[in-house]
């Protein structure tokens, strides 16, 4: 369990619902308490289109903040989500390291989110996805809707696999499997990865699971129990998806952080400033966030007393 690898999506996926826009300023405070807080990767934000999301309209300045020598992190990957071509070369302008990219395996919630069918956005995705490679960058490519979709129901598995298959063939093998709607619980997921390594056990998978329906947490486990290794989460919960029905929170990185110490792993992290940080997010937007070790504190620190 020490392998586990955190990619915390709060500013990207926990913010692109909100409609309070967070200031410039206040974002870089908040990936800067990322980074010192010891997770592996911060999701910046998304290059998509400013009037459709206004939220990531700063993500270009983000990006450039954090190129340059005296803000650059040393020991942090900062990933951007991109949807297109144009995305892609918004993010070669300002120095992305990690590209994100995706497709939706439900045909009606890729229309609603890229404006594609699922066929034109996975040939899309494979030709910008082989263009970041070619420029020496990180890219791991995604199937979005993997577990369910809130407008078709249930997704076939073999339509998620065909994808995946797709993929590989393509030479691609750090694969995300996303439960945008929240639909998953763990023993579809364990089917579902296990599938995923019969096609090549070499895949690195990543899982990105929604709380939807209280399982979020649950489907980590089943999935890390089916060999799969890298986990995004969003601090305090926050986030989903708003192109979906029923948008809700994302796993949230200090329970799932917080779970993995409580077996002895990943106590490298500092669990308590990505506290600190949920309970900012909570102030901002006046409301609580939907995780729940920020309101009840560190089990280590109640046996204490």
Known sequence: MNNIIIHDVCLRDGLQSEQQIVPFEKKIRWAEELI?????????????????????SDT???FNYFHEEEHRPKNVILSGLVLNEKGLER????????????????????????????????ERIISAAAQAVRAGKRV?????????CGFEGAVPQERVLGIIRKYVEAGFKTISLADTAGHAYPEQVTRMFEAVFDID??????????NTYG??????????????????SSTG???????TKVPSGNVSTEDFVHSLQRSGSRTDIHVDALIVLAKELAAFFNREMPGLVYKS??????LKK
Do not use: W
């Open 36 to 56: 010192a807080a010891g997770v592996d990767i911060v999701q910046l934000g998304s290059f998509v289109h400013p009037e459709k999301v206004p939220q990531m």
């Open 60 to 62: 270009d300045a983000l």
């Open 91 to 122: 993010g070669e302008a300002c120095g992305v390291e990690m590209y994100c990219m995706g497709v939706s395996a439900s045909d009606t919630h890729s229309r609603k989110n890229t404006g594609m069918s699922t066929q034109d956005a996975t």
């Open 140 to 148: 791991q490519v995604s199937v979005q809707s993997a577990f369910g």
């Open 201 to 210: 056990p070499a895949i690195e998978c990543t899982c990105h699971f929604h």
């Open 215 to 232: 399982l979020g947490l649950a489907n980590c486990y089943a999935a890390m129990n089916a060999g799969v290794k890298y986990f995004e």
């Open 237 to 243: 919960g926050l986030g989903g998806c708003p192109f």
């Open 297 to 302: 504190g560190l089990l280590s620190e109640h």
